[in-house]
């Protein structure tokens, strides 16, 4: 036994500034980007109807005031603890208010006010050092009228991209498409009765459809029910699409999760041209932790492989009518490689009687042919 004297007491430190930046790196795009798209779904996660962005180069401020629920004095003070959250597993397209909590690597300061019926409080927060982001009671400036959040940020780079107005406006209209297009007002309309206005300077953004000389639309049914599970559309253009439209997207509640073809494991001949947006509100129980992708093991993983499946075959229905299947332009596969994948197509059949996530591994084709979909390396599913 050693003495009590000689027992030195220890402490657990965190290096703050590193875990933000591991927080940052499991975002795909730039840090303001995040920032911006984090806030938005935090704001309509409150069941916020208006959302407004003002942008101060002369200040160096960038601030957005919604008209959501607010919070009370505890949770605001607990909304400074990077690990907390008071949001519900499987709830929501926000992730316990990160887009905030990002801003600290980032900004000089970030002031946060909110009101909730008699609560009207505001703090203000920053990065001291590597280790400590203290963070103060402060009065409240007034930016909200009666109800709702308000958060300004005061950037350290004078020329930051969350100054800049057409920044704001490009990345909500990619990351919060189905919100700014007015074919998902109907779909939208039980989750946003009173809908979503978004501003940005005073400016409120027009909704923009998007059009294309081929257009179809995409609607899932699932478990026989009269209304669709999922709607969205599939369009192809003459011409190639601009890098950030190529691809079927994936959204929920509004919030465009993937975009691409990656995802759906399926390619069109002409991939170049032919785009889309579905819209699956029952995807959002289905959400990874930091709402950036879909679950795929366990239930709510069946929930998202059984709607990606059915998109599948509504997908290659359409491109069929266009002629534009990929399957119908491969190079068969070599004489001594189709007997093998014979056999693995019937192990999988058989198996996916047990485990029925395995039949989305082998593709029906026509005349009842089966043939087992094997994946490149480092392709995503």
């Not at 970030?110 to 590597?130: D, P, Q």
């Not at 190529?246 to 509004?254: D, E, F, Q």
């Not at 993983?301 to 332009?329: H, N, P």
Request: charged share 25%.
């Amino acid at each position: 036994m050693f003495p009590s004297s000689s027992i030195a007491m220890g402490e657990t430190r965190v290096d703050l500034r590193h875990l933000l930046e591991d927080l940052r790196d499991a975002y795909p795009g730039s840090i303001e980007e995040t920032i911006l798209t984090e806030i938005v779904a935090n704001s309509l996660d409150s069941g916020a109807t208006q959302i407004r962005f003002d942008c101060d180069t002369a200040q160096r401020t960038m601030t957005a005031i919604d008209n959501g629920s607010g919070m009370q004095r505890r949770d605001l003070a607990r909304y400074h603890d990077i690990a907390s959250s008071t949001k519900t597993r499987g709830e929501g397209i926000g992730f316990a208010g990160v887009g905030i909590k990002l801003g600290l690597l980032v900004c000089e300061e970030v002031l946060t006010e909110t009101r909730r019926g008699a609560n009207h409080v505001a703090t203000t927060w920053h990065m001291a050092s590597r280790h400590r982001a203290p963070w103060k009671w402060t009065p409240a400036p007034g930016m909200v009228a009666e109800r709702g959040t308000a958060v300004r940020l005061t950037v350290d780079n004078a020329l930051s991209p969350l100054l800049d107005p057409g920044f704001l406006e490009g990345t909500l209209r990619r990351h919060f498409q189905p919100l700014l297009d007015p074919a998902f007002d109907q779909s939208l309309a039980p989750h946003y009765p009173k809908g979503i206005a978004i501003a940005i300077n005073g400016r409120t953004l027009e909704k923009q459809p998007w059009q294309a000389p081929l257009q179809a639309p995409l609607e899932i049914r699932l478990m026989r029910k009269r209304k669709p599970s999922a709607f969205g559309y599939l369009l192809r253009d003459d011409a190639a699409l601009p890098e950030e439209r190529r691809g079927l997207a994936i959204s929920t509640y509004g919030k465009v999760i993937r975009r691409g073809w990656d995802w759906l494991g399926m390619t069109p001949s002409t991939p170049e041209r032919v785009g889309g947006l579905i819209e699956v509100p029952d995807l959002a129980a289905c959400l990874t932790l930091n709402k950036g992708d879909f679950i795929r093991v366990g239930p709510r993983g069946a929930t998202y492989l059984g709607f990606r499946k059915a998109i599948q075959e509504a997908v290659a229905r359409q491109l069929g009518a266009w002629g534009d299947e990929r399957g119908s332009v491969e190079e068969a596969p070599p004489k001594e490689v189709r007997p093998l994948q014979r056999d693995l197509a019937q192990v999988l059949e058989d198996l996916a009687l047990d485990f029925p996530l395995l039949a989305s591994l082998v593709e029906q084709r026509a005349g009842g042919a089966k043939t087992f979909t094997a994946r490149h390396r480092g392709e995503n599913s």
